[in-house]
Each structure stands twice: as C-alpha cells, then as structure tokens.
Nanobody
Framework: VQLQAFGGGLVQAGGSLRLSCTAA????????FGWYRQAPGKQREQVAI???????IYADSVKGRFTITGDNAKNAVYLQMNSLKPEDTAVYYC??????????WGQGTLVTVSS
C-alpha cells in the first residue's frame, strides 16, 4: 500500500487549504485513516482521524476550523483546513491503520501559513 498526500502550500493567515491523501493497493479492512502533522522542532501530533464506524477525532487546536472526510470508494481521506493560523505550519502526513498488519504513512505535504 502506498499513500500519496498532496495539497499543501503557502497561504496567508485566515486562508484555507484542502489536503488529499489516496491509498493505492489493497488495504483490506481499515481501522483508521487520518492526518498527523509535525512542526519544526516538535513531535508529530494527531490532527484529525476517522476511526472504525466513522468516529471522528480532532485535536483541540483544530476543532471548528478543520474538517476531515473520507471516500471509501476512492480509498481517500481529505482535510479541509479553514481559518489557518501560523501555528498550523507543519508537514502534514496521512496515516492508514489497517485491521491487520503495519500502519502506512504518506510522504508528507508541507503547509506554511504566513502571518
């Protein structure tokens, strides 16, 4: 399974971006599919994830601003990011957790929010 993430870029504070991640290959049953991010000098943190049964978890820092959606038919997950802040600047990674086997990570896409 290969994950491809794209949609990052440079945006001014208050702007929006939409990230996409598609999974190529046979994923089997998926337990979770979502997004993490890692800012310079910081640990990777969970941003938003869709769990089994469609349960969605957001980091407190993005609640009300980011929306995660999934498309099972396309094996894809999306992250709509609105009202972006400079502190959202990070490399964003998508993660797929299969029911069986190891987790899969995308290559990361850089989001830079200027003040």
């Amino acid at each position: 399974v290969q994950l491809q993430a794209f949609g990052g870029g440079l945006v001014q504070a208050g702007g929006s971006l939409r990230l996409s991640c598609t999974a190529a290959g046979s994923t089997g049953t998926v337990n979770a599919f979502g997004w993490y991010r890692q800012a310079p000098g910081k640990q990777r943190e969970q941003v938003a994830i869709i769990g089994s049964g469609g349960r969605i978890i957001y980091a407190d820092s993005v609640k009300g601003r980011f929306t995660i959606t999934g498309d099972n038919a396309k094996n894809a997950v999306y992250l709509q990011m609105n009202s972006l802040k400079p502190e959202d600047t990070a490399v964003y990674y998508c993660l797929l957790v299969p029911r069986i086997g190891s987790d899969y990570w995308g290559q990361g896409t850089l989001v830079t929010v200027s003040s």
